[in-house]
């Protein structure tokens, strides 16, 4: 591959945006003075400074003297922030999830966190898994498309054919249209992980491979050949046509719930996942529970209870919700429906237009759950005079992190460390498909590149997660864990956990089987507020100041957003970002580029081997054009339908441009 360096004359980018509007996402100035570091808040460090701890409630076993000694004893180490989970256990306890006595112990809490200078938090529903209960009915809960077949032989004259209602779950089912196309005799694996790519399958891959083999002429159809039924069916499911001349597979298209719930949660936290493309069923679920935790905090809400969160995403798939096809369309440029048949394994117009409508799929679930979950929450948060933290999706056909962090207040991230092993430093691993196993140095912390780049005072990682917990662990074990950890990017650590203590037995609850225990319960902890303070000066000093990024790496723009390809020299940091960032969040003052985050970087690397879509060309051309430092590589592969012929030849017009024709003149 060839590469290319472009160094233009030197010049101010006018960006269209407002100075509010490039600043939105942004809470903290590393050019603020009060940002500073100060010797007598390192001697001491209060506030953000101070470790959180995720407080896990196990299956209502909770006790009004079991949160006073807690959280006493919390502040006493000096932590900062417990936040709540509720989980399930195998002992069922007396306070039960979302009962009355369920808010008056979070009432309790806010109230002893107020007297003891601390702040709670709490995740957005019961279990860790990710955002349900019993008060999201089907209509409001992550949707699936799901359909049913008749095959029919068409010859001029009117037909009328029964279609069974297709499967569905918790007895709802709703009709979008019926579909006809010719039929063809399509070998099996023709489009490879077409139900992953389709968001019909969980996927946790990072990219999905390229496929280049051709498909006979045979086994294609034209989305023109496709042809669309509204409101055609009979109550009783019958669809009356007149089709031409042929065999013809007739589709009944509709859609039900995913069925997935909450989890691992209570009996009476259980519930339906809401549907993460729809804003409206997002606010019902906040104000379900988060809502009434504010209301029950009262004056609380906003000084000591200030965070809600959304752990990792375990919800599964979801590839509809009322209206996106409309909503395909108009981020896309054209019609959804007629490229229905991809779905079911038929290839539409060739091989590569049939996967890159895929990938254009996936660009728009990835953008609605981004526009209606994840930004709605941080809303919503906002509202409620709360703090949104967040880990992000892993997920094939919504993963774009440094989207998702954007929206968050505290972007967060995991790292898992193994059992301990005596005489040894815990094995680190990130614990996601991106680098499954990878030791930690091997891997670009998402998380910590988004609050660098859009200027997030915290970033925090919940740490020392373990596959089994247990009360071996010590600060002997456990420091060298959290030095890797903070070294690596982030600044605040999340504690997993510190399990609620609702009684006085030892050696005391810790939550099923999961995290590193970390209680008042150990016997090492009346001797720990100097390995804790330790930790709390090391995270003052991290939240302090600009880190020292120079590079941008440019390592994605498509979904999944996974891979980072580019290397870099141990002693180099890069941040890296989407090509929604340089769209829409870069400028260039004095030949360098310039972020939200006031972070001033020397060079945006371009990684090999991806996909820039013709906007974020433009976007590069205009920033070279203003002064910036690019070096990137001739892009060999276009990956959109959107904007047809006329998008392409534009963009190869600028990949030209920005990185040099490969073609013979």
């Known amino acids: 591959m060839r590469t290319r360096l472009l160094l233009p004359a030197l010049s101010l980018l006018l960006t269209a945006c407002t100075e509010d509007e490039f600043y939105r996402y942004t809470n903290y100035n590393p050019d603020d003075a009060a940002n500073a570091p100060r010797i007598e808040e390192f001697a001491a460090p209060k506030g953000n400074a101070r470790l959180q701890t995720w407080w896990h409630w196990i299956n209502g076993n909770v006790s009004k003297e079991g949160i006073r000694r807690d959280l006493d004893e919390m502040a006493d180490k000096g932590y900062g922030t417990a936040v709540i989970f509720s989980l399930e256990g195998s002992i069922e306890g007396p306070v039960r999830f979302g009962s009355p006595a369920w808010y008056d112990a979070f009432a309790y809490a806010a109230e002893i966190a107020a007297k003891n200078g601390m702040e709670i938090g709490a995740h957005n529903c019961d279990g860790w898994n990710e955002a349900g209960g019993p008060w999201n009915s089907p209509e409001n809960s992550m949707k699936a498309l799901t359909w049913s077949f008749a095959e029919a032989t068409g010859n001029g004259t009117r037909q009328r054919i029964r279609l069974e209602q297709p499967e569905s779950k918790r007895d709802f089912y709703r009709d979008i249209a019926v579909l006809a196309w010719p039929s063809r005799e399509v070998p099996e694996g023709t489009i490879e992980r077409f139900r992953e790519k ?41 669809f009356a046509w007149q089709g031409p001349q042929g065999r013809w597979k007739i589709m009944r298209l509709g859609y039900t719930t995913t069925g997935k719930v909450n989890g691992p949660g209570t009996r009476e936290g259980t519930g339906l996942e809401v549907d993460k493309m729809n804003a409206a069923a997002l606010d019902l679920h906040f104000a379900s529970y988060i809502g009434k935790l504010a209301e029950a905090a009262g004056e609380n809400t906003g000084k000591s209870f200030t965070v809600v969160s959304t752990d990792s995403w375990e919800c599964e798939h979801q590839n509809w919700a009322e209206g996106f096809d409309e909503e395909f369309a108009a981020l896309n440029g054209y019609d ?330």
């Open 198 to 238: 389709s968001a019909q399958l969980r996927s946790w891959m990072e990219e999905f491979p390229e496929d280049d083999r051709p498909i006979p002429a045979e086994a294609l159809i034209r989305p023109d050949e496709v042809r669309i039924f509204r409101d055609s069916l009979s109550d009783d499911g019958v």
């Open 336 to 665: 959804f429906l007629p490229w229905i048949p991809v779905f079911t394994g038929q290839p539409v117009g060739s091989r590569e237009a049939t996967e890159n409508f895929l990938k254009d799929f996936r660009r728009t679930t990835s953008h609605l759950i981004n526009r209606n979950f994840y930004a709605r929450f941080a809303e919503l948060a906002h509202r409620t005079g709360l703090r949104y933290e967040t880990e992000p999706s892993w997920d094939s056909y919504v993963m774009n992190q440094a989207s998702t962090f954007r929206y968050a207040d505290i972007p967060q991230d995991e790292i898992w460390a193994q059992p301990r092993e005596v005489g040894r430093i815990r094995t680190l691993t990130t614990e996601n498909p991106v680098w499954p196993n990878e030791p930690l140095s091997a891997v670009f912390p998402t998380a910590p590149s988004a609050a660098h780049f859009y200027g997030k005072e915290l970033v925090s990682c919940e740490a020392l997660t373990s596959w089994t917990g247990n009360w071996a662990d010590s600060p002997a074990d456990m420091k060298e864990t959290c030095n890797r950890i903070l070294l690596s990017g982030y600044n605040a650590l999340v504690f997993h956990t510190f399990a609620h203590q609702p009684d006085e037995r030892c050696p005391g609850w810790q939550m099923e089987p999961f995290g590193s225990a970390i209680n008042r319960k150990l016997t090492w902890w009346p001797l720990s507020k100097p390995f804790f303070t330790y930790l709390t000066r090391i995270q003052y000093m991290l939240q302090k100041g600009r880190p020292d990024a120079r590079i941008l790496a440019l390592y994605a723009d498509a979904i999944p957003a996974g891979k980072v390809r580019q290397e870099f020299p141990d002693a180099v940091i890069a941040d890296i970002i989407t090509g929604e960032s340089v769209r829409d969040w870069l400028r260039v003052e004095r030949g360098r580029l310039v972020s939200p985050g006031r972070m001033r970087y020397d060079l945006l690397a371009v990684s090999p081997d991806i996909f820039l879509r013709p906007e974020t060309l433009h976007a590069l051309k205009k920033l070279v054009e203003e002064g910036a430092c690019i070096s990137g590589y001739y892009l060999r592969r276009y990956a959109t339908n959107a904007g047809g012929a006329e998008a392409r030849a534009e963009w190869e017009q600028l990949n030209d441009e920005l990185f040099g024709s490969t073609r013979k003149s």
